[in-house]
């Protein structure tokens, strides 16, 4: 007999749902399949039905809500800095209760690395059409502008604290048009040194 499609959906979704009220209390290796499904009101078979263990949930858990959270992030109009910074910060006050679990004590560090890696993505063409760095420069520059970016935003939704979005805007900018002007100032002295002293 085939799984419908809306019952499936609402299945996994409850089964998610009472993983991550136990992912709240305790780390995934304290968690039985049991617990999720008591919790959930289904026996252990239905569990099987969908995962093969309570990784491939996890898996599953954390790839929707880093898929929410881009789609956030993607869903403004301009693409401008700004803007992306203040889906990014809604995307987190949003999703905040699930975002407390992944950064506590048994949470799932990696999780950050994947979102730093979907933010890179979406910034990375901007940097290339700027045409002064190299692929190698455009990776560190990516790195240290979006780990910052994140890193910003999070102490302040933890703090609850009210920084404007313009004025982590502007301290991140400081630090790009600082960057970007040496790498201009560099590469201008690098062309102006090729071709002061012509061969005699």
Not at 44 to 51: C, P
Not at 52 to 71: F, G, Q
Request: net charge negative; aromatic share 10%; glycine share 6%.
């Amino acid at each position: 007999m085939r799984k419908q499609p809306e019952l499936t959906g609402q299945t996994k979704e409850n089964l998610k749902k009472a993983f991550w009220k136990l992912y709240a209390k305790r780390g995934i290796e304290k968690i039985s399949v049991k617990e999720i499904t008591d919790l959930a009101g289904y026996n252990r078979g239905t569990f099987y039905l969908y995962y093969k263990d309570i990784y491939h949930l996890v898996d599953e858990a954390e790839t929707d809500l880093l898929e929410k959270m881009i789609r956030q992030i993607e869903s403004g109009e301009t693409g401008s800095t700004e803007e992306m910074l203040d889906t990014l910060r809604q995307s987190y006050e949003k999703y905040k209760k699930y975002l407390d679990i992944l950064h506590g004590a048994h949470g799932d560090p990696a999780f950050i690395g994947k979102l730093k890696d979907k933010m890179k993505e979406l910034a990375r063409p901007k940097l290339e059409a700027l045409d002064i760095m190299d692929e190698a420069v455009i990776e560190l520059f990516l790195e240290y502008h979006v780990a910052g970016s994140i890193a910003l935003i999070q102490h302040c939704v933890a703090q609850k604290k009210e920084i404007p979005v313009q004025e982590i805007l502007d301290l991140i900018r400081g630090f790009e048009t600082f960057y970007v002007m040496i790498r201009k100032e560099n590469n201008q002295e690098h062309k102006s040194s090729s071709t002061k002293f012509p061969n005699c």
